[in-house]
């Protein structure tokens, strides 16, 4: 039996799941080598990955990953309590879609922007989905108007759906046929809601609202990426409560801000990095409204990672 090549659907750490060319979906272990090559991270090999298992299975009758394809991309996140920890979220994502509510569990501005940051630090294009339209009243859909046309001014294209609706998530359906897409967001915001209207043969379970808290409560440990009937596959990513950007150099920060970038060389200093110094185009653009302070209190929170500027962004979608 020659060597084989499949794509893994759901890492646990210690097992993998690989779907194969002939749609057989087997359980595998990696070998330990690869925990210690590439990147550090809690795992070597993550959902969307391109594997290679060894022709021979081992002594329990299981496949063995003996490597993986070079990654086109991936995306990683650090726990904010541990810092020197990284896990990789998904491989080989064409496209990503962040879960964004207003209410039930609320989403914070600053959560937003630092995925879009570690998105764009991995050139991975994104599209914010704002779920859960039918729980808003007349002032809060006001409330989300803005903060749409808010991102979509600065480049993100943005959806208002009720991921129970069929008709509403249409468009992604559409868009995802033939790509590998990912799935992100908070706890409780529909991820697997709409992975289940997507495709209701996959039936993933759907969790409750913590009515303490309004927070979701975890339906997924790992990400899962799923296969659908329609074409393509849909990466399901356990519910994040902080974004962690890793990896990144506090001097190319303002590169992963669109209507940052657009700025570059409009400083009187090319080294700017748009906190104290003089004649700073981006300090400018934020005093003018062109740039939105919101925005702006995310880099400098990355910037410090002091916490203080997480603690006056936290207000959120408010």
């Known amino acids: 039996m020659n060597d084989l090549r499949g794509r893994v659907l759901k890492s646990t750490g210690k097992w993998y799941q690989v779907l194969l060319p002939n ?23 993550a959902a969307g990955d ?11 009758g299981k496949r063995v990953i003996v490597n993986y394809e070079v990654r086109e991309n991936y995306i990683v996140r650090k726990s904010t309590n541990l810092s020197k920890q990284m896990h990789i979220l998904a ?25 879009l940051v570690a998105a764009e630090s991995f050139r991975i294009p994104t599209t914010l989905i704002f ?25 993100y294209p943005c959806h208002a759906i009720s991921a129970t609706n069929a008709a509403d998530v249409q468009f992604l359906r559409n868009e995802i046929t033939d790509q590998q897409v990912m799935i992100a967001g908070h706890s409780g915001t529909g991820k697997s809601t709409l992975v289940n209207a997507l495709d209701p043969t996959l039936d993933l379970r759907v969790g409750e609202i913590s009515v303490a808290h309004h927070q979701g409560q975890h339906t997924t440990t790992f990400a899962e990426m799923h296969p659908l009937q329609s074409g393509g596959f849909i990466i399901d990513t356990p519910g994040i409560r902080a974004f962690g950007v890793v990896n990144l150099e506090k001097e190319v920060i303002s590169h992963y801000f669109p209507e940052m970038r657009k700025l570059i060389g409009a400083c009187k200093f090319h080294n700017c990095q748009h906190l104290n110094e003089p004649a700073c185009a981006v300090k400018g653009a934020v005093k003018n409204g062109e740039i939105y302070e919101s925005r702006y209190l995310t880099y400098l929170q990355l910037m410090s990672e002091d916490g203080e500027a997480y603690r006056r962004n936290k207000r959120g979608l408010e």
């Open 23 to 45: 749609g057989e979906i087997v359980e595998c272990r990696i070998r330990g080598r690869l925990r210690l090559e590439g990147l550090k991270t809690t795992n070597p090999i």
């Open 91 to 115: 491989a080989n994502i064409d496209q990503a879609y962040l879960m964004v509510t207003l209410k039930f569990p609320e989403t914070h501005f600053v959560f937003i922007d630092r995925f």
């Open 50 to 60: 391109i594997v290679i298992l060894d022709s021979k299975s081992d002594d329990e």
């Open 131 to 155: 779920n859960k339209v039918d729980l808003l009243d007349d002032e809060e859909l006001l409330s989300l108007k803005a903060i749409m046309f808010m991102y979509e001014s600065i480049g």
